[in-house]
C-alpha cells in the first residue's frame, strides 16, 4: 500500500476547502487497513476516515494520516418474497447504490436518492430526507474496530440512530466502518408523506416515480456541489423541549415545526435563517443559498476561516432573534485531524 505525502484535497471535499494532507493513503483491503493503522500509530498521526467529503470542514493544513476506502463490493447475503439483505462495501458511491436497488426491485431507499457521499458515511449521521432514515433499512454495519483489533458486526438497535446521529458519532476514532448491511423489502411501501412529494407523484404511484420526484425536488432546491461548493443542510434542524417551542411559536406563529414522539418539537433552521435575511446573502466568500437559506455555498475558493465568518455570524443573527442555538451539521476537523467541537 503506498502512502502519499502533501496531498491537496481540495477535490474531495464538496466544499472545495483548500486543505492538504501530510500523509494520504487508499485503502482497498482489510490488509490494507490494518497496514494504515499500523503506519499512523508508528507515525504518531492520527487517522482520518474521508468518504464523500460532504459533510466535512477541513482545515488548510492537515497533520494526519487521510485514508480512503475503496471497499467497493455489493453482495446479496439473503433473498426471499419479502426482504432481501445485501452487504455494501464502504466505498460505494450512495446514490448509484440507491438508483441499483430500484432497478432491482428492492424498495426503501427511494427517499434517500441524490444524497451525496458514500455507503460508509450514510450510518454515521443516519442521513435522512424525505419521511425515510438510512437507519430503519440497516441490518448491521461491518466496522474494524480499534480497540479490540478485529472486524465486529454492530446490530442496528446497537447503533443507537437517531435524527442525524449515531454510536459512530460519539466514538468516531474506534470504529471503521467497512460495510453496511441492508435489508430492503421486495413489495414497496412508499412514504410519499412528506411536504408535497405525494402531489408530486400525480397518478404514478410507483417506486421509480417516488426517486424521480425526490430528485428533482433536490434538484430544484439544493445546490449541484460541481457548480456551488457545499455540505448539504448546513445546520441541524433544532430540537427545542416544549416550553421553549411554545415561546418561539406565541411570537412567530408561522414557524414550521414537527412535533416529536418524546413532546420536544423539531422546528425548520432554513426557516429560521430566512427570517434573519440571510437566504441569498454573502459574507466575503462564503454566502447561503438563494433557493435554500440552510445550504452554506462557496463562492470564491474560500478557506476555512471564511466559512467559519459566515456561519457563526448566521449563528448569532438566529441566536438574536429567536433565542436558538444552530448547531452546524458538518464535522469540523482540527489540523491534527482530530474531531471539534463547534462550541467555542
Ligand atoms: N424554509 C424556508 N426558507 C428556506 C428553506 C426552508 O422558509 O430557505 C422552510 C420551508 O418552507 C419548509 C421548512 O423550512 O417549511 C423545511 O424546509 P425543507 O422541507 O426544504 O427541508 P429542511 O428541513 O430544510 C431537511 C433536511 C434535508 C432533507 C429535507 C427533506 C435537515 C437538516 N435537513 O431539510 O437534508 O433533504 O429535510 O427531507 O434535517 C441534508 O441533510 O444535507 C439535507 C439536504
Not at 464538496?14 to 482489510?30: D, E, G, K, P, Q
Not at 494504515?36 to 464523500?52: K, P, R, T, V
Not at 433557493?291 to 455570524?313: E, G, K, P, W
Request: proline share 4%; net charge negative.
Amino acid at each position: 500500500m503506498d502512502i502519499q505525502t502533501n496531498i491537496q484535497l481540495q477535490s474531495f471535499n464538496t466544499l472545495n476547502l483548500n486543505a492538504v494532507a501530510s500523509h494520504y493513503c487508499i485503502v482497498r483491503s482489510l490488509q490494507d487497513l490494518r497496514e494504515a493503522i499500523e503506519f499512523a500509530e508508528q507515525a504518531q498521526l492520527n487517522m482520518m476516515i474521508l468518504s464523500g467529503g460532504s459533510n466535512m470542514l477541513l482545515p488548510e493544513h492537515l497533520d494526519a494520516l487521510v485514508v480512503q476506502l475503496h471497499l467497493n463490493d455489493l453482495v446479496l447475503l439473503a433473498e426471499d418474497d419479502t426482504n432481501v439483505t445485501i452487504r455494501v462495501g464502504a466505498g460505494r458511491h450512495w446514490h448509484e447504490f440507491v438508483l441499483w436497488t430500484t432497478e432491482q426491485g428492492f424498495y426503501g431507499l427511494q427517499n434517500l436518492a441524490l444524497i451525496p457521499g458514500w455507503v460508509g458515511a450514510a450510518p454515521v449521521q443516519n442521513i435522512g430526507a424525505y419521511g425515510v432514515e438510512v437507519g430503519e433499512f440497516i441490518e448491521f454495519v461491518e466496522a474494524f474496530d480499534r480497540t479490540k483489533n478485529e472486524i465486529v458486526q454492530i446490530q442496528a438497535s446497537d447503533c443507537h440512530f437517531s435524527y442525524r446521529h449515531s454510536i459512530f458519532k460519539v466514538q468516531p476514532e474506534r470504529f471503521v466502518i467497512t460495510a453496511v448491511i441492508f435489508k430492503l423489502l421486495k413489495q414497496p411501501q412508499l412514504k410519499m408523506n412528506y411536504g408535497d412529494l405525494k402531489a408530486a407523484m400525480g397518478d404514478d404511484i410507483t417506486p421509480y416515480n417516488l426517486q424521480q420526484q425526490v430528485i428533482k425536488i433536490r434538484q430544484s432546491k439544493l445546490p449541484d456541489p460541481a457548480e456551488y461548493p457545499n455540505a448539504g443542510s448546513f445546520f441541524k434542524n433544532p430540537i427545542l423541549i416544549k416550553t421553549k417551542f411554545e415561546e418561539v411559536l406565541q411570537l412567530h406563529p408561522s414557524i414550521p415545526h414537527y412535533p416529536q414522539a418524546d413532546g420536544s418539537v423539531k422546528v425548520a433552521a432554513g426557516w429560521l435563517i430566512d427570517q434573519t435575511g440571510w437566504k441569498g446573502k454573502k459574507l466575503g466568500k462564503v454566502g447561503m443559498f438563494d433557493r435554500q437559506a440552510l445550504v452554506l455555498v462557496n463562492y470564491a475558493d474560500a478557506s476555512l476561516t471564511d466559512v467559519q465568518a459566515t456561519y457563526r455570524s448566521v449563528q448569532q443573527d438566529v441566536l438574536n432573534k429567536f433565542g436558538i442555538l444552530l448547531e452546524p451539521e458538518p464535522v469540523l476537523f482540527d489540523q491534527k485531524g482530530s474531531i471539534q467541537s463547534h462550541l467555542v
